[in-house]
């Protein structure tokens, strides 16, 4: 019983416990701060209760989901289809997931107006408490998903006394509920976000002409509370979903490739592990001098996450040696690729989307001939920005494959992709801080416009909140490039899986692209991201319609609301976007359910793996090409209110706000979806094996 | 020397020998038609000038480009790396194909002037001049490709008495010059085409507020050069690379899955000839009443097509029974699915993009909440429309593949997917009649705008053109469906002629999945139809903003323009078009040939096997994605202007013009770039498949 592969895991658990303790303390300390005056108080609780009221109805219809799919998952299990773990581990995949994007999305309500109040104080004091609620989320993420795998590993090991073979295999099928729960508030939070602030915008801003934040738009609350639910809540189910899928899959891969050796499945959970304690150690160096300059805090992030990363890569050696031996070195050399790959798709983003460098420049100066050369420049600049990515990623796979040994034993190979995939997210509990302050930021500085508070505190806020969207496209980078590895290493793993099932050999032998049903699996596959990103955008269009219309109709039938004399109805915009977008969220994350279902009975499981392949591949470039063409629409905005091109108000300018409001659904609803959808569909594919290798056609 | 073979062989080169002489016959026939007025004959003079300069100026660019890589082919064939023929097969195919778009084009601006002519006289004259010009443009491409291939199996068989194995590999290698100069013509003529059309109404319509085709919109002429060059000359190039591509890759799979019988490679060609016939007899059914309407137009032109299609679906019976016997009758069954969804892509892409359908009617609706939405609904719209023909496409070729026994001999089956090609391009001759009058139609119209025809005679052009869209959807659906049929295709036969190298075998031994170079490769072909699409846009925004320019400057600096007084200088403009694009023409056909040859020495063989997978399944599905988003805003906008949601000049119609204004690139340059793009990939690797061999990393 006591031996050194149980105290790894203890180990890892101990890291799980760690997290989320240091975002408890985190979380005391925010709440802390003052919240400000009484209209502060107001405005910060208006937002709470639509957050919150959302959240509630969102977990209601996630729950019917839910029920439906624990009662199908114990038909099969009664079947000898799956084992009786799966359907209870399908609920704590999916509850851990959505406790992730509750918490983050809890302090993120608290933290808003305690920032914009700190902000009066000075921009330090207001980056430590926006900083700290983003890293109270992201420990929350890293520590419930290293919960989640200890806890089940312990129960598996100890309880049931399973082999590591059949723990890994067991552990492959948890990551669906936590993928479909992370879908749908990803869709649903991504539609409510952008329903809420294409609504405000185009009626509060283009129709009435009064400013962003104005108190007297009636969608200025939901717009608010779009922020928390969709970028923070959303984000969190997201990263929760990520986390877990790169580990379990690198576990399931590395029994594979050492032949049931448990220390291969202990290295990427105990790597996650270490993360933690880096990112912890990270997270004391982010704070900044008084008077600071944009520089300084992006200075004081970058600090943060370097340190944490470089900590990472040094003592990722010595663990590697002490686990697995001198000879498997190489897998070392796998998670810096992993975590480079990460660096630099982070750095192409930042190129491609930042005012400070050429695209984005050049994308702002063709609106001086109108919104269609907005649009289409936009589009291109997207579609050109998936190279760069596409390059790294190659490079990355490649390395980690054959480093890892690969060439000899191709198990290995796999195993050092997936491992590459972990050793990027290793540092998410900083990374998702950095990331999630953002949202905060943006949100504080609602509070201060709607509070009346000194112009300058809204200077503040806006420069944390620009700095947001720089740590954002680091972010981005690491979300996408991550959803990659592990969407190929969760290919890697079905494989597997069905390998393991009786006439699941067969069913696999053939998946050269010269079989037909790989071929088509692959067609399949790759158009789903392009459905995807259809269905999505058309629901944040039908959302935002009808925000459009409550909008109007206020503004014309409340008398003295423009005046300030009368106070416009904001819940009823938030019940609006609440109802239009969990409506909307059901169809796109059922598709994502069912076809892969429906395209194993028909394909089998050859058909089964071109899909994911195809699906990886597209939704990775179709991923990028929204978020990069939508970032960078927003940004050009930004630069020519910065007083280029002839700033606010100009033609121009419009012609700029036409491309950031068709960029809303790319960089924010779509885009960031399709990486869940790509992994979803491999979570699917691993807990439906069994079905599809005894029933599918060909 | 006297056998069924050599007669076979005689039927097929009589079979493009009558295809010539028809299209001659025809040619004739559209010249005895008056050119009318004296300003008429100036009008259209101007048009041709512009467009034989146009295409002078390109053959003389590619000329250079063709002399190169001769030079590199005589060079690879020195090192025993190619056979001698290829060199010169490559120049031919180069030669036939732009051949066939400069024929086309010096028909179609003969019968501009004459149509708008003829239609004085009444609806049915004007139908009978265009589609004859069309007929002359299809028979010319039909006759030169098959031409080609039969006078070059002839040298091969008579002259060089090579084996039939040898020809078909030989052959096989020919497609490139056909795709290059297919490329090279689609993406000049595209750019030339849109740049023009854009830069005419962003200032002509938008800015000086003056009705399309005004005779003082200095780049009117340009416009009409700009369909010439790009909707005539471009097709014709494009659709005799995927004819002769189609016909070539089946012969090549024939022999590889009949074991060298010589049937088997003559029963493309054979079809091929059968089709010719068969689409003669069709156009003699495409005359209509006096004052038709336009119902009855259609059922014209239907009537011509689907009469040639049943034609042939009954012939091919016998003809496959005759050359291959009882057991290999599945092959009929896969040219029938072939046939089949040829026609149902169409109908879905008119499904999409139709004014009479509910997606159309749908984006128009958009326009009231401005353009921002219609763009988002034109792009979802677009995503959205690839779910159909991706199932047609996948039923298809697993039908073709399965009927044709791949399920025993895997080459038959691969075999059955090329037939399923050829089928669907059997019927060209007519079906590129009944697309290729569109542009002519709406060259007359503009002669007839500018000459100050009587208004009627504008309508009846315009129901003529109008006309002209709708069969120009079922034509995009036979170029869009064939492209990805022959694009697998030519997969397979490039894994054949792989194989027939010295170590071929074991360089495409593994062409799994899991296979890492697969993988990448996959990645970076898919990448390619996304990179390709953005330079081209970014080509067409290019040349647009010059062309903007050079018409501002005219309108401002030309005295008496605006009043009818002073004449405005067309033929800078053209000669503006010309410079730019073809200037913008050279770097995306670069990169596409250079990129299979750097994949390739990078990847190794089975690299570019994925590369192929990867660019054909993701260039299938932005090529819909492009052409029917573009195709939707283009009707959404005429639908306005039929008077619904506030008509022309409200802001409605504004919304609408800027999605069409989008549109133009992606419906007219970009998306049929791609299909041409798809095909060469595969030719570049094929050619160089000895050298990759040889010289690879991987």
């Known amino acids: 019983m006591f031996n050194l592969e149980n105290c790894l895991i203890f180990v890892v658990f101990l890291g799980a416990v760690l997290a989320l303790i240091y975002a408890l303390v985190t979380a005391k300390k925010v709440m802390k701060f003052s919240e400000g005056t009484d209209l502060m108080k107001k405005i910060a609780g208006s937002i709470r209760k639509g957050a919150n009221a959302y959240l509630k109805r969102q977990y209601t219809i996630v729950s019917i989901f839910f029920a439906a799919m624990f009662i199908i998952l114990i038909v099969m299990a009664a079947f000898n289809l799956l084992t009786w773990f799966v359907p209870f581990a399908f609920v704590t995949g999916g509850f851990f997931s959505g406790l992730s994007g509750f918490i983050g999305m809890k302090i993120a309500t608290y933290a808003n107006s ?25 420990f929350t993420v890293v520590g419930l998903g290293l919960l989640d795998i200890s806890l089940w590993f312990m129960l598996l090991k100890f309880a049931f006394h399973l082999e590591a073979a059949q723990i890994s295999s067991a552990m492959l099928t948890f990551g669906m509920g936590a993928s479909s729960m992370a879908l749908f508030a990803r869709v649903g939070g991504g539609i409510f976000t952008k329903a809420a602030d294409v609504g405000a915008d185009l009626v509060g801003k283009v129709e009435a002409g009064i400013p962003e934040d104005d108190p007297r738009n009636p969608a200025v609350i939901a717009d608010n509370v779009g922020d928390n639910v969709g970028d923070v809540a959303g984000m969190g189910a ?8 790169s580990i379990i899959s690198a576990s399931a891969l590395g029994i594979a490739a050492y032949n049931g050796n448990i220390r291969a499945m202990l290295l990427p959970m105990l790597m996650a592990a270490i993360g933690i304690f880096c990112s912890i150690f990270g997270t004391f160096l982010v704070r900044t001098k008084e008077g600071a300059s944009q520089k300084n805090l992006l200075g004081a992030l970058s600090r943060g996450t370097n340190f944490s990363a470089i900590i990472i890569a040094v003592i990722a050696l010595p663990i590697v040696f002490f686990l697995l031996g001198k000879e498997s070195l190489g897998l070392y050399f796998a998670i810096i690729a992993g975590l480079l790959a990460g660096v630099l798709i982070g750095k192409s983003t930042e190129y491609y989307t930042s005012e400070t460098f050429n695209p984005t420049k050049k994308l702002a100066e063709k609106s001086e001939t109108g919104s269609a050369t907005t649009i289409i420049g936009g589009l291109s600049l997207g579609m050109l920005s998936t190279a760069m990515p596409i390059i790294i990623i190659s490079i990355c796979v490649l390395a980690a494959y054959f480093l890892s040994g690969g060439s000899q034993n191709a198990n290995a190979g796999l195993y050092g992709i997936a491992l590459a995939a972990v050793g990027m997210l290793s540092t998410l509990g900083i990374t998702l801080a950095t990331d999630a302050y953002g949202p905060v930021a943006d949100n504080a500085g609602g509070i201060a416009e709607m509070a009346g508070l000194d112009p300058e505190v809204r200077k503040r806020t806006d420069a944390l909140d620009s700095l947001g969207n ?17 969407a190929l290493a969760l290919m890697a793993s079905y494989i597997d899986k069905v390998s393991g099932i009786e006439g699941g050999k067969e069913a696999i032998s053939n998946l050269s692209l010269m079989n037909p049903t790989v071929l088509i699996g692959l067609f399949v596959g790759a158009c789903l991201p392009f459905v995807f990103a259809a269905l999505t955008m058309d629901s944040v269009g039908k959302a935002a319609q009808s925000v459009v219309l409550e909008v109007r109709r206020q503004l014309k039938e409340i008398n003295g609301l423009m005046d300030g004399k009368a106070e416009p109805d904001y819940a009823s915009c938030v019940d609006l976007c609440t109802k239009s977008s969990l409506r909307e969220m059901v169809v796109p994350t059922v598709v994502a359910i069912v076809v892969p279902v429906v395209v194993g009975l028909v394909l089998g499981c050859a058909g089964v793996v071109g899909m994911l392949a195809g699906a990886t591949v597209s939704g990775f470039l179709i991923a990028i090409f929204m978020s990069n063409s939508g970032g960078a629409w927003d940004n050009a905005k930004k630069y020519i209110e910065g007083g280029n091109h002839g700033g606010k108000g100009s033609d121009q300018h419009k012609a700029a706000v036409v491309g950031d409001t068709v960029g809303d659904p790319f960089k924010d609803t779509s885009g960031p979806a399709i990486n869940i959808l790509i992994k979803l569909l491999s979570m699917v594919s691993i807990v439906f094996a069994a079905l599809v290798v005894n029933f599918s056609i060909f």
Do not use: H, W
């Open 238 to 245: 997201d990263l929760y979903e990520s986390y877990v899928g």
């Open 470 to 486: 720089t740590t954002a496209a680091t972010g981005k980078g690491f979300a996408i490039g991550s959803a990659a590895l592990t």
């Open 114 to 138: 305690r920032t914009a109040n700190a902000c009066q104080e000075g921009l330090n004091r207001g980056l430590r408490v926006a900083f700290s609620a983003g890293s109270v989320m992201g």
